[in-house]
């Protein structure tokens, strides 16, 4: 029989495995299924619909199911709302808003740790494995894949994608898509390859050295992006992991390929040019204060 604190407050149409430990002053309302072992530390608010995979834990303040920060989404709008895996790690004050479409939710995979903090916007997708360090946050429609890792306090666009064994340096904004086995580094700018990640992944030396050649001769430059995929399928024909890299690119989303090191990033020269505009005699009007 599950284990409820007495100040817990569950809906009728909660569904509980038989060992689920739920601890005070937590709230689950609506269609909620906590499979096998999934505890609520406390103060942990629940709303569905709602899946939890056995053996996740959920720490206080998570709030997991609410209606996503969408304006177009009204109260009572149907929702396919979050489905999260298997032994995850939920800790203080991590949010995950439902989805705003009604077939697919909002998604968490297996052996996911969000630390203290992060955001999983509406229909947004993490894989497996996957790392959320402190304060990062992954806005609506955006998706990580397996294996990846995002520092601290780093902010994804909406619809950008984070390839498979990525990793994001702390405090970078990410409006671009990053490829898989990719390192980004400040400001929508790729600078390197995830050496360490591929090599406790357990990844071959040979399959690594192929990515880094993929890395250094096709995105680490300027490339057309027709010229981007025909190098690395050419490059991928040995090589499993740079064939995952072609398909990720050929597989475009509504962002582009984050930019190779030292080229500007989107908007600079836009900003640079704001920057060096001064106003003429002509756009100061009569009654400015000088």
Known sequence: ????????????????????????????????????????????????????????????????????????????????????????????????????????????????????????????????????????????????????TLSGAVLVHQFTRIGRLAFISGGAPVPSDVPPFCVSAGRDSLAGINRVGMRRAGMERAEIDAVWHAFRTLLARTTPRDELIAGLDAIGESSPAVHEMAAFVRAAGRRSIMAPPGRPPAGFFQWLKAARWKPDASDVSDDAVV
Not at 30 to 50: F, M, N, S
Request: glycine letters at 12%; hydrophobic letters at 45%; one cysteine or more.
């Open 1 to 148: 029989m599950a284990k409820v604190h007495p100040t817990a407050i569950i809906g009728p149409e909660a569904d509980l495995a038989p060992d689920v430990s739920i601890g005070p002053w937590c709230i689950v309302e609506g269609r909620v299924r906590l499979g096998a072992g999934v505890t609520l530390v406390a103060h942990v608010h629940l709303c569905g619909p709602l899946e939890i995979g056995a053996g996740t834990t959920l720490y206080p303040g998570a709030c997991i199911g609410l209606p996503p920060q969408d304006v177009k989404f009204k109260p009572g709008d149907p929702t396919a709302g979050v489905v999260i895996g298997a032994k995850c790690i939920i800790r203080e004050h991590v949010t995950v808003h439902a989805a705003t479409k009604v077939d697919v939710p909002t998604r968490v995979g297996d052996n996911v740790f969000m630390m203290v903090n992060t955001h999983l916007g509406h229909d947004a997708r993490v894989g497996n494995r996957v790392v959320l360090v402190n304060n990062t946050a992954l806005a609506g429609h955006s998706s990580v894949d397996d294996q990846a």
